[in-house]
């Protein structure tokens, strides 16, 4: 149901269009550059997917469940004997069925792209860099329904932004400022905060190098870790709150 | 857990109070008791704001009582299982338009762990029943408001539900329309003898027709809880005789007795009967005069509103 209700999404195929337009940008904007033109291309492009899936993250999520509790259909659901978990593990999974999809159409295109520009690609580097982008998709799209269930669409995705942008920063604010590790309130904060930084092959990806295994095993385990918390949390949030439609 | 299984919904000292912002609060529904039979056909009746259709989504556990507990079918509300006794028809049905009638009955009976022919065999009766057999291909978009209800009434019954819940079912339709959906509770009432049918509503004229008990809602609290026909002997009936006696004079009499001695002296008298009209109190006139109802909910027991 959540599947077919994406793909009669507007939003859904605003989102494709700009993912279109992202891959070409990226493309020509790697051929802006002068040199290890194929390499800036390659990352660029695969820049393009994951900024795609973000956006896919934050708003198919915060449509999902804005159009459900707007419109009403919800109450429908919610007067059968579903549990509101499973309601919203329903939604989680649907999105994510879709989020999956476009990635892989969106990497035969780089692939595509790639061969009609004669730029070479390592073909298991870039499965392992579009695998990495999924799963940071899983846990982007767990942080969404935190904020999707708790607050208005417009705040949920400014908050969700925010926490892409600080996931991907904690790092290098450590690397600055080494004092950080030692502080208290920036561990609890980073604690809090999903590492995603750990999903970045990219420039691995564009000289053609990739992952052991076992590196992508372990980041696979964190992903579904991290999403799994900030699901429970999301979930015990939205069984709680009163639903008015 | 069991509890209460001889009434259908039983809510005890429920209270709603809402925030509205600045450590402000409202009270929705204060301190409401109330126990709903079995096979009742119950119209909860009240103004707006009164707190009918948020102790309508307590009872469905879509907002969390800030008081007391709810019961329906002897179980605990928001226990999921409560809620595969319930057929929930909302105040404004609205579904996924780019589904078709039958479409979302099959996903609204699969969410009941209905399958297969039995699905297949219940949708096709139902869309039967509410007479949109002709129109269950085609996508809800093209939906009158009239058909929208119809089919709402429809995803309620896909259950055969032991408990029916309808808020406003009569609310924005046109008199046919209305008439439509009064007409299809009635018959639901006869097909399902044994389910409970609580509905809300402020058309009165719905209520008096299609209910045999009216809970009354005023500010949040039950103002009384009882059968229609107690509700409307307050002040009891009344007759009108008109007589022909220097001209027509009409004598109101208010009660059968009183009616019947005054025809024997008239008789006795040679005086000439015109004519006898009949003339009981509209539940309009019983709801909205005040200190008149008959029972105060809080002082009553549900044996005595069964009576």
């Keep these: ?245 | 857990m069991n509890k209460k299984t001889e009434v259908d919904i039983a809510i005890q000292d429920v209270s709603k109070v809402f925030s509205t912002g600045f450590g402000k609060k409202k009270t929705g529904v204060n301190h409401l008791s109330l126990e709903v039979p079995r096979g009742q056909v119950v119209g909860l009746l009240g103004p707006n704001g009164s707190g009918k259709s948020t102790t309508i989504k307590m009872i469905l556990g879509f907002l969390r009582p800030s008081q007391g507990e709810i019961w329906v079918c002897g179980h605990k509300v928001p226990d999921k299982i409560t809620r595969s006794f319930i057929g929930y028809l909302p105040e404004n049905p609205r579904f996924p338009k780019f589904l078709t009638g039958r479409a979302l009955l099959t996903f609204y009976g699969r969410l009941l762990s209905l399958t297969g022919k039995k699905l297949e065999n219940r949708i096709d009766f139902l869309l039967d029943l509410v007479n949109l057999k002709g129109a269950s291909d085609e996508r809800v978009q093209g939906y009158s408001k009239g058909m929208t209800q119809r089919l709402a009434i429809a995803q309620s019954l896909l259950n055969e539900p032991r408990l029916l819940i309808f808020d406003e079912p009569m609310s924005g339709l046109d008199p046919l329309g209305r008439k439509d959906i009064r007409n299809l509770i009635s018959l639901i009432h006869s097909e399902l003898p044994q389910a409970t049918i609580f509905f809300s509503s402020h058309i009165l004229e719905d209520v008096e027709q299609l209910c045999s008990m009216v809970a009354l809602l005023r500010k949040g609290e039950l103002k009384t809880f009882c059968s229609i026909e107690e509700l409307l002997k307050v002040e009891g009936q009344r007759f009108e005789v008109a007589v022909s006696s220097n001209g027509t004079q009409v004598h109101t009499l208010t009660s059968t007795d009183e009616l019947l001695n005054f025809l024997n002296q008239s008789r006795a008298n040679g005086v000439k009967i015109m004519g006898i009209s009949s003339h009981r109190n509209k539940l309009e006139e019983a709801l909205f005069k005040d200190g008149n109802l008959p029972l105060s909910a809080q002082n009553k027991t549900l044996p005595e509103a069964r009576n």
Aim: glycine share 6%; charged share 10%; net charge neutral.
């Design chain 1, 1 to 245: 149901m959540t599947i077919k209700e994406l793909l009669h999404e507007r939003v859904f195929y605003v989102l494709g269009a700009f993912a279109l337009v992202a891959l070409c940008l990226s493309l020509l904007l790697g051929e802006l550059t002068y040199t290890e033109q194929s390499k800036i291309s390659l990352d660029f492009l695969l820049a393009g997917i994951q900024i795609s899936n973000l956006l896919f993250s934050i708003f198919m999520g915060i449509t999902l469940l804005n159009r459900e509790l707007n419109l009403g259909w919800i109450a429908m659901v919610l007067s059968k004997p579903v549990s509101r978990f499973h309601f919203l593990l329903g939604k989680f999974l649907g999105q994510l069925s879709i989020q999956a999809i476009v990635i892989l159409m969106m990497g035969v295109l780089l692939v595509a792209l790639c061969k009609l520009n004669e730029i070479q690609i390592v073909p298991l580097s870039i499965f392992q860099s579009l695998l990495l982008t999924f799963l940071e998709g899983l846990v982007m799209t767990a942080v969404v329904y935190v904020f999707a269930v708790n607050m208005g669409a417009l705040i949920a995705a400014a908050a969700s932004l925010s926490i892409f942008a600080l996931g991907n920063f904690t790092e290098g604010a450590i690397k600055v400022n080494s004092d950080l590790e030692q502080n208290p309130v920036w561990l609890v904060f980073k604690s809090l905060i999903p590492n995603l930084k750990l999903f970045n092959m990219k420039s691995l990806a564009s000289y053609g190098l990739f992952l052991e295994w076992h590196q992508v095993g372990i980041v696979a385990l964190y992903s579904f870790v991290c999403a799994s918390m900030y699901f429970i949390v999301a979930s015990l949030c939205f069984s709680r709150r009163d639903i008015y439609t």
